[in-house]
């Protein structure tokens, strides 16, 4: 299963710690889905917050000599890591999820996950639920987490700060492959919605890119 994170970052984006890691692009413009997340906050947000994960990931890395790692042995062995370095590495990836999986189209489940999404939730509607009273009730800054466990089941769970699911220091049964990550942040929503996160929870399910879901959820059970 942590073998699949090789191949997330195949399909969605090229990264080793070889060479200085750059902030990579939007695949929209940041006046995208101004319904859901204003452009101010699409700025900060990207230009300035995973900006500064990308420069200071730099920066943990040169430290801590951990040049011609992947990410994938980084963040699976992270407790062997500064805090620094947990940080920037967890904000980086999970950023570079999230933007993926967003969308200003109408999009929606292959087969295969909206079976498993059937099969395990009962119903779209009722993940949506479940999944927005987890991730609302996180306490402080978080995820809420839609992953592919090791025995290849779907489940939801949240993580504080900038850690997720493929972190050896996250319980090991909250462990798994993210396919869906949702920030909850203040950064990531309190412009437009202030203190309302369940608002901003229900209206994000609006942009969510279910063909780039899917495709994780398919590369997932094939590792």
Do not use: C
């Not at 940041?30 to 990931?57: C, P, R, S, W």
């Not at 992947?70 to 950023?95: C, E, P, V, W």
């Not at 570079?96 to 292959?110: A, G, S, Y």
């Amino acid at each position: 299963m942590k073998s699949y994170l090789t191949l997330l970052f195949l399909a969605l984006f090229t990264f080793t710690t070889q060479a200085q890691i750059e902030l990579p692009e939007l695949p929209y413009s940041t006046d995208a889905f101004t319904n859901v997340i204003d452009q101010k906050t699409m700025e900060i947000h990207y230009g300035k917050h995973h900006q500064g994960y990308t420069n200071n990931l730099n920066k943990a890395i040169e430290k801590e000599k951990a040049s011609g790692l992947d990410i994938q042995r980084i963040l699976n062995k992270i407790s062997s890591y500064s805090t620094a370095m947990r940080n920037n590495a967890g904000g980086y990836y999970n950023h570079d999820l999230f933007w993926n999986i967003l969308t200003p189209e109408k999009t929606t489940p292959n087969q295969a996950l909206a079976q498993a999404i059937e099969k395990e939730f009962d119903s779209m509607d009722n993940l949506k639920e479940q999944m927005n009273k987890e991730t609302a009730g996180q306490f402080g800054s978080g995820w809420g987490w839609l992953i592919v466990t090791e025995s290849g089941d779907l489940k939801i769970v949240t993580t504080p700060n900038q850690d997720n699911p493929l972190m050896d220091v996250v319980p090991i049964e909250d462990q798994g492959t993210p396919i869906l990550g949702i920030d909850v942040w203040e950064h990531a929503y309190y412009l437009k919605y202030q203190n309302k996160r369940a608002e901003y929870l229900n209206n994000i399910w609006d942009i969510i890119n279910w063909e780039k879901v899917g495709e994780l959820y398919k590369l997932a059970l094939k590792s």
